[in-house]
């Protein structure tokens, strides 16, 4: 088993790395491209990171999934989270107004993408994040995330800027025909 410290020297360099590569600039595609290609390589150590590493709600819990902190800055940039969910997920569609950056570990999420109207959504393309494979998200576009219930599933989720500090996040709420400012993330477990 992989010890704690072995972990966050890890992701310290893969984490320096991107810090590196992106500096204050907003990232272009060729950026995202290389902190997708840098995550699903400290992705790959799968003896740092995994189920029993980072745990899934309890399948009694209200909640169907997690969040583990695994890095953000000090100035709540560059936040690095393990997500990891148990059961059936759906989250609607909705932005970030941060880059991000979503690859697998363990198990699949299918993440569908959308072109933003006034009016709803209108759904351009889907991808499965599996183990190997990321997607990735400039400040203004929209997707939704997608479990099935089965496996659980273990993923990074990196943002430009870390989820509390990101209070104007919008989703499409279909029943009410309307967009809405997404609510906080209420189980983001400290895992630095």
């Not at 595609?29 to 990171?49: M, P, V």
């Not at 890095?71 to 609607?92: K, M, Q, T």
């Not at 932005?95 to 570990?105: C, K, P, R, S």
């Not at 996040?169 to 609510?183: G, K, M, Q, T």
Request: contains cysteine; hydrophobic residues 35%.
């Amino acid at each position: 088993m992989a010890t704690t410290e072995q972990r966050r020297t890890r992701i310290k360099r893969s984490v320096d790395a991107i810090r590196d590569k992106i500096g204050t600039t907003i990232p272009d595609q060729a950026k995202l491209d290389f902190i997708r290609n840098e995550l699903i390589e400290l992705a790959s150590e799968t003896d740092l990171f995994n189920l029993e590493a980072f745990p899934p709600p309890e399948p009694d819990s209200k909640r169907r999934s997690c969040l583990y902190r695994l890095s953000e800055d000090p100035d709540h940039r560059f936040a690095l989270y393990a997500n990891v969910a148990n059961g059936e997920v759906n989250a609607p569609p909705h932005d970030h107004t941060t880059w991000a950056v979503i690859v697998g570990i363990t198990g699949q999420e299918e993440n569908r993408f959308y072109l933003k109207r006034e009016d709803g959504v209108e759904l351009k393309d889907r991808q499965i994040v599996e183990a190997g494979t990321g997607v990735t998200f400039h400040a203004e576009d929209v997707h939704s995330i997608h479990i099935a219930d089965g496996d659980p599933v273990l993923n990074f989720h990196m943002y430009g800027l870390a989820l509390e500090q990101l209070p104007n996040r919008n989703y499409w709420s279909e029943p009410a025909a309307e967009w809405r400012v997404f609510p906080a993330h209420t189980d983001i477990r400290e895992a630095r």
